[in-house]
């Protein structure tokens, strides 16, 4: 239990029982008016003296119109009331009023305790230190901070691994259900690429470190989730100025109840009753605290579930999303290329493919590794060739020096650029055409085939029940793309595209719809990066995602499982749903019980339960996002 909760239910249990003996005495005893006030300003002082401390600070930092000043103006009122002949006494529910704002405060705590509870779940991925091998073989215990790129570290059964690296030696299962939310452990094995906040469950693994420990995954998560209130909701942020211009209203109609109506009735005491009571109804805060805490409990509820949203913005937004694009490969694919046909025109099977894979060598593209790996069954890369000069062409392949010669490894736009004809290609199966030419001559093509993620169908299907038009964008052949949105359903599909044709689509997509609706982009590559920051909402595939990717989407699907679309969906829906109805509730309720209040047919309990009560019902309501399943 955290010191300020503890502090918060011993000062509400003091008072009370002080409150429950003044009543005592109160009812064996009588006494004037004076004494009576005075024995209940000792419950009154311990209640409220934390809030009149909070209110001359607010004042002095420039915030007068705030709840606790509402609150602190309203029961002095109500102490004075007590002195005016022939008037009841407000004491008791001066008390009153502060009580329940009290508790109101407790539930805020309790409220906030949650999410902290949350964000602590996540803060329990960063580790405490790292394992790093000295020049000795030998290990020793450093902060992760300290860990530098290329050294290397070992991760025992039971660690956490420190930062993102790549498996030298070992072999073993992680738990990755704090990044990913998949609970079935992973195995990994040598050369696998392993990200920091796991759990090695078995066998002692040695890595290489490629990433620092502040670029690494786990500090970027913690970093996306404890930042995300920067990015306020649209909502959120109306509130915020529907106060700044609802409370100095409120308090002026105040005001007017206070010494208009009694210049003609003459009853200054009942006017009196009716603005204090007026003010304690007006308190903003069930508002001001609920919108926010809803936002922040559907991104803590997604984080758990390995999806990243980069504020309550992009959260609100996703519940406003009417188009929706797709990139193709590593998104509604697995990414994962196998070669199914060689067809050399100078070269035999296994050289057309030795130069291909060459070129690849240092490139991490799906497409490349597809390449290396077919050729890695005939032979192994590191031979005597000499690599230079590689530079990668967006959106048309890649050229390298190989032994001198300029080989240039990608699509027909690549050959088209370099004037180098091409030969049909007659496989009987869809398939994406690698050509490879050297310097102006054509050296023939590889056939490549990706498969379809078993989850693209459903999730394809789920958006189009919820009235969300799909797009298909890639960079992939006509008879590629067609076969493969043909297969999930995909009306409007757009291939052959470069980077810079993505990125004119998605602006031509946004201007079909109203201001309201939003479009999003899902991708994977380095090459969707300008396409992601470009729509209104990217959505980035976190697992094999490129850093830029990640870097400019708005929302990150840790686990590369593209139905986590519909789970974001349902969080967002869910979220507006319960701000929707909170927002309603409350303004129902205030508006109803302030025209009552102006018509002197409420009392100060009733006014308490507007505000206090109200606030509550609203936090509870809120909580139930950081318990969504």
Not at 201 to 229: D, G, H, Q, Y
Not at 488 to 506: A, F, H, Q
Request: proline share 3%; with cysteine.
């Amino acid at each position: 239990m955290s010191e300020e909760k503890k502090h918060k239910i011993i000062q509400i249990i003091l008072s009370l029982f002080l409150l429950i003996v003044v009543i005592i005495i109160n009812k064996i005893f009588s006494f004037d008016i004076v004494i009576k006030t005075i024995m209940f300003v000792i419950p009154y002082l311990v209640l409220s003296y934390d809030i009149y401390i909070e209110a001359f600070e607010n004042i002095k930092e420039g915030e007068v119109f705030d709840e606790c000043f509402l609150m602190c103006l309203a029961t002095i009122g109500a102490f004075c009331i007590g002195f005016f002949p022939q008037c009841d006494p407000q004491v008791l529910e001066a008390n009153f009023v502060m009580l329940f704002f009290q508790i109101g405060e407790l539930f805020e705590i309790i409220a906030e305790d949650e999410g902290e509870r949350s964000i602590n779940s996540l803060l329990s991925i960063r580790p405490d230190y790292a394992n790093l091998e000295l020049d000795d073989g030998k290990t020793k215990k450093v902060d992760p901070n300290t860990i530098k790129l290329l050294d290397i570290i070992c991760v025992y059964p039971g660690e956490k691994v420190p930062v993102d690296g790549m498996v030298i030696e070992g072999n073993s299962n992680i738990n990755t259900v704090a990044l990913t939310g998949e609970s079935l452990p992973r195995s990994i094995h040598e050369g696998d690429y392993v990200m920091s906040g796991c759990i090695n469950l078995s066998s002692v693994i040695r890595l290489k470190v490629v990433k620092t420990f502040n670029e690494s995954t786990a500090s970027k998560i913690i970093e996306m989730v404890t930042e995300s209130n920067e990015n306020k909701a649209n909502t959120d942020k109306f509130i915020t100025k529907f106060s700044k211009v609802y409370t100095p209203a409120v308090i002026l109609f105040a005001l007017f109840l206070a010494f208009i109506p009694p210049l003609f009735t003459q009853e200054y005491a009942k006017w009196l009753v009716r603005s204090l009571t007026f003010l304690v109804v007006s308190c903003p805060c069930a508002l001001v605290i609920s919108v926010p805490l809803t936002y922040f409990g559907g991104v803590c509820s997604a984080s758990k579930k390995g999806i990243l949203i980069k504020g309550a913005k992009y959260l609100e937004d996703i519940s406003k999303i009417s188009i929706m694009a797709f990139d193709k490969t590593g998104t509604l694919t697995h990414g994962s290329f196998d070669v199914v046909a060689i067809h050399p025109e100078e070269y035999n099977e296994k050289e057309l493919l030795h130069l291909a894979a060459h070129v690849e060598t240092f490139c991490s593209h799906p497409i490349a590794n597809s390449l290396k790996k077919a050729y890695d069954k005939y032979d192994k890369l590191d031979d005597t060739c000499v690599i230079k000069d590689i530079k990668e062409l967006p959106g048309q392949g890649i050229k390298a020096t190989v032994n001198n010669d300029l080989i240039y490894v990608g699509n027909k736009k690549l050959m088209d650029s370099i004037k180098v004809k091409i030969k049909d290609c007659h496989f009987d199966k869809t398939g994406t055409i690698i050509h490879v030419a050297k310097e102006d001559s054509y050296l023939g093509h590889i056939v490549i085939s990706d498969r379809i993620r078993d989850e693209s169908k459903n999730t394809i299907d789920y958006l189009k029940n919820n009235n969300i038009d799909i797009v298909m964008l890639t960079g992939d052949t006509r008879n590629v793309s067609e076969c493969i949105s043909s297969e999930l359903g995909i009306n409007e599909c757009y291939y052959e595209l470069m980077p810079k044709d993505k990125v004119k689509i998605i602006n031509k997509l946004k201007k079909r719809i109203n201001s309201n609706n939003r479009v999003a982009f899902v991708g994977d590559g380095i090459n969707d990066a300008p396409v992601l920051s470009r729509s209104d909402l990217g959505i980035a595939m976190g697992g094999i995602g490129s850093d830029a990717a990640i870097e400019a989407a708005n929302v990150v699907l840790m686990n590369d499982n593209i139905n986590n679309i519909v789970e974001v969906v349902n969080i967002s829906k869910k979220t507006q749903s319960i701000v929707i109805e909170n927002i309603i509730f409350i303004i129902l309720i205030k508006f109803l019980v302030l025209f009552l209040t102006s018509i002197g047919v409420t009392s100060m309990i009733l006014a308490v339960f507007a505000d206090v009560g109200v606030t509550l019902i609203a936090i509870v309501n809120s909580l139930r996002m950081l318990k969504y399943k």
